[in-house]
């Protein structure tokens, strides 16, 4: 809960709104605060039983300002990149990050 909660804070810049200590984050950001993720430990009883397990093919995608500083900046926090760097043909420039549960972050902006 601590590393993802940190992972969203120093990616994002998201803050805690709310936490229930041990087994639910709410997160916003400070700027757009409608834009937020909710962090559920996995195998409190919150949780359906069928979805108590690690997520597959699930990619949250953030729209920033400037996609070569959000890249710097994972870079320089020491995040794995699990995509690096690049300009699609449709026009999107972006690079993809895992969470610490897996989940893919595509940080993407337009030109």
């Known amino acids: 809960m601590t590393e993802t909660r940190d992972f969203y804070a120093e ?22 605060p409608q834009l937020q993720i909710g962090i559920v430990r996995r195998d409190h009883a919150f949780t359906p039983t069928a979805f108590q397990h690690p997520s597959q093919g699930v990619i949250i995608s953030v729209q920033v300002k400037n996609v070569d ?10 995040f794995p990149i699990a995509q690096e760097l690049r300009d699609e043909d449709f026009g999107m420039r972006r690079f993809m990050v895992p969470d610490p549960n897996g989940l893919l972050v595509n940080i993407f902006s337009f030109p």
């Open 69 to 78: 500083a959000a890249y710097t900046d994972a870079l320089k926090r020491g």
């Open 11 to 32: 990616l994002l810049g998201f803050v805690v709104g709310f936490e229930h200590q041990g087994w639910y984050i709410q997160m916003a950001s400070p700027i757009h």
